[in-house]
Nanobody, 121 residues
Framework: QVRLVESGGGSVQPGESLTLSCVVWGEMSAPYAVGWHRQAPGKQRELVAEISSDDEIQYAESVRGRFTISKDKAKYTVYLQMNNMKTEDTAVYYC???????????????WGQGIQVTVSS
């Protein structure tokens, strides 16, 4: 089975940067995607950034231009670099593995435990 472990969370001030890491264990047969999601208090969980097995990338509009998703296949790790952070970025961040469906979207079924990111003055 697929397991994912996040690290790198913490507290920063607005305008600062933070990088999250997600180590992915288990079968990773293509096509697949690994996505970073977040859930803020009182809000639904949203997809922040996604990278597929063939390196296609998608970002949420709220983070476009500030966040960068990347992967190191040799280390089985997906990263999320977050720059110019805002208080609105405060949330629990999750990485997850998705499988491509016949309708051309990824269904995320395997999730990490989540990690807290807090942006405050």
């Amino acid at each position: 089975q697929v397991r994912l472990v996040e690290s790198g969370g913490g507290s920063v001030q607005p305008g600062e940067s933070l990088t999250l890491s997600c180590v992915v264990w288990g079968e990773m047969s293509a096509p697949y995607a690994v996505g970073w999601h977040r859930q803020a208090p009182g809000k639904q969980r949203e997809l922040v950034a996604e990278i597929s097995s063939d390196d296609e990338i998608q970002y949420a509009e709220s983070v476009r231009g500030r966040f960068t998703i990347s992967k190191d296949k040799a280390k089985y790790t997906v990263y999320l670099q977050m720059n110019n952070m805002k208080t609105e970025d405060t949330a629990v961040y999750y990485c997850a593995r998705g499988r491509l469906t016949w309708s051309s979207w990824y269904e995320y079924a395997s999730w990490g435990q989540g990690i807290q990111v807090t942006v405050s003055s």
